[in-house]
């Protein structure tokens, strides 16, 4: 079947495309880099609120706008495209999702408005190593008078810096690894115990590690059933998994563009070095590389709003998949603009540094390859 997209979404499209180059080229990023804002800009985040992205994956009823993945995915592939440091992944999907799908009609109430309208930012908060392993929580919930008692730490949580309200993963049950016992809480920034240190993250996008020292939560702020959050939280790691590999491919589909340009300018010994056949074969491996992603990561978008029953496989293949374009593409832009590229000057070194956050978030090519096999019984 063929990927289209309809006029609604295709103005969606036209709109991030426009918004991201106009308002977010990587000349933004560096000054945010630059000026120590470490990936917060305020007025960016009323911008995006104002052109109703947070709102793409929440209900009508919440004040949403109901768009779903597909549009989403245009979105976040804009961003990618010029490297914008926005909340959107953390945010209008992954937050957003998992209150829509695990939260009761009261969190719903209170907190998918927000969302919709740029008021809150969300970062959820899963991760307790040095590599994504969504089933080895640790962190702990104990059941108190008013609700629970959380104690443990989470490691690099993306947006975690700025974030104003956390849904942490901890284990109400069993023991790291196991499915069941996991439970899914919403924590405001301000709460007493809770510690955030910001982090500094090679790719200007910033992050922060997460220390909970008795913090009380409410029962009433639980996501999903007690001890069943894995049902809400897979799901939701998966769109968020999809918009990423969204976003990588249109970094991929930039930093090809900018190398493409270079090779069809840059002259060596009287001759334009596209000329030269060794790296026509390298341009074509990654156009073509570029052709299977966007394959994959159309067939994972449709695939949530259909919906279907292999997201989680589709999930993977196009993060996996991603995971690999954007490592090759980053790769060869720096090589292929020889020493222009090594320096902080020239764009493609920003292009490689977000590529290596965006392979390792929510999964590397390795962690999805297996994940997949899995899936097929293997």
């Given at each position: 079947m ?7 979404q295709q103005?969606l499209?036209d ?6 180059r106009d308002?977010l080229p990587v000349?933004h ?8 804002a ?14 109703g992205?947070?709102g793409v ?17 245009q979105?976040?592939e804009?961003q990618?495209r010029t ?7 953390q ?17 719903k109430?209170?907190?998918?408005p927000k969302?919709a309208s740029?008021?809150?930012?969300t ?6 190593g040095t590599?994504h ?5 640790a962190?702990?919930?104990e059941?108190?008078?008013q609700?629970y008692?959380l104690n443990?730490a989470k490691?690099?949580v993306?947006?975690g810096h700025?974030?104003d309200?956390?849904?942490?993963a901890?284990?109400?049950f ?12 919403l924590?405001p ?8 240190q910001?982090?500094v ?11 909970l020292?008795?913090v009380t939560v409410?029962e009433?702020?639980v996501i ?8 809400v939280l897979?799901p ?8 990423l590999?969204?976003?990588m491919?249109?970094?991929a589909?930039a ?8 090779l ?8 334009l070095?596209g000329?030269?056949q060794s ?7 990654m156009?073509?590389?570029l052709?299977?992603?966007r ?7 449709s695939?949530?709003?259909e919906?279907?029953?292999d997201?989680a496989?589709l999930?993977s ?15 060869e832009?720096?090589q292929m ?5 090594m ?22 090519a390795?962690y ?5 096999g899995?899936?097929?019984?293997f």
């Amino acid at each position: 079947m063929a990927f289209v997209l309809s006029e609604d979404q295709q103005m969606l499209r036209d709109t991030a495309i426009s918004f991201a180059r106009d308002e977010l080229p990587v000349s933004h990023l560096r000054g945010l880099r630059d000026s120590g804002a470490n990936g917060v800009d305020q007025e960016t985040r009323q911008k995006l609120a104002e052109l109703g992205f947070f709102g793409v994956l929440v209900p009508e009823e919440y004040d949403g706008v109901a768009m779903g993945m597909v549009a989403m995915g245009q979105v976040m592939e804009a961003q990618g495209r010029t490297l914008a440091a926005t909340p959107l992944l953390q945010t209008a999907v992954l937050g957003a999702s998992l209150i829509d799908l695990g939260g009761s009609e009261a969190l719903k109430a209170n907190w998918l408005p927000k969302i919709a309208s740029g008021e809150v930012t969300t970062a959820l908060a899963v991760d307790e190593g040095t590599h994504h392993a969504p089933l080895n929580v640790a962190t702990e919930a104990e059941r108190n008078g008013q609700g629970y008692t959380l104690n443990g730490a989470k490691r690099f949580v993306p947006d975690g810096h700025h974030a104003d309200v956390f849904i942490i993963a901890a284990r109400t049950f069993g023991e790291s690894g196991q499915t069941h016992g996991i439970t899914l809480f919403l924590v405001p920034r301000e709460a007493d115990g809770m510690s955030v240190q910001e982090l500094v993250t090679v790719d200007s996008h910033g992050a922060a590690h997460l220390t909970l020292d008795g913090v009380t939560v409410s029962e009433a702020n639980v996501i999903g059933a007690v001890d069943a959050g894995w049902d809400v939280l897979e799901p939701a790691l998966d769109r968020g998994r999809i918009a990423l590999a969204a976003e990588m491919l249109g970094s991929a589909q930039a930093a090809f563009e900018m190398t493409l340009d270079y090779l069809q300018t840059r002259k060596q010994f009287g001759q334009l070095i596209g000329s030269y056949q060794s790296l026509q074969h390298r341009a074509a491996k990654m156009y073509t590389d570029l052709e299977l992603v966007r394959s994959c990561v159309g067939a994972a978008l449709s695939a949530v709003d259909e919906p279907r029953n292999d997201i989680a496989d589709l999930a993977s293949l196009a993060k996996a998949q991603a995971s690999e374009l954007v490592h090759l593409v980053s790769n060869e832009t720096v090589q292929m603009h020889g020493g222009i590229g090594m320096t902080d000057e020239h764009d493609s070194g920003l292009y490689m540094k977000r590529a290596r956050v965006q392979e390792a978030l929510l999964g590397g090519a390795s962690y999805h390859r297996d994940r997949y096999g899995v899936l097929n019984g293997f």
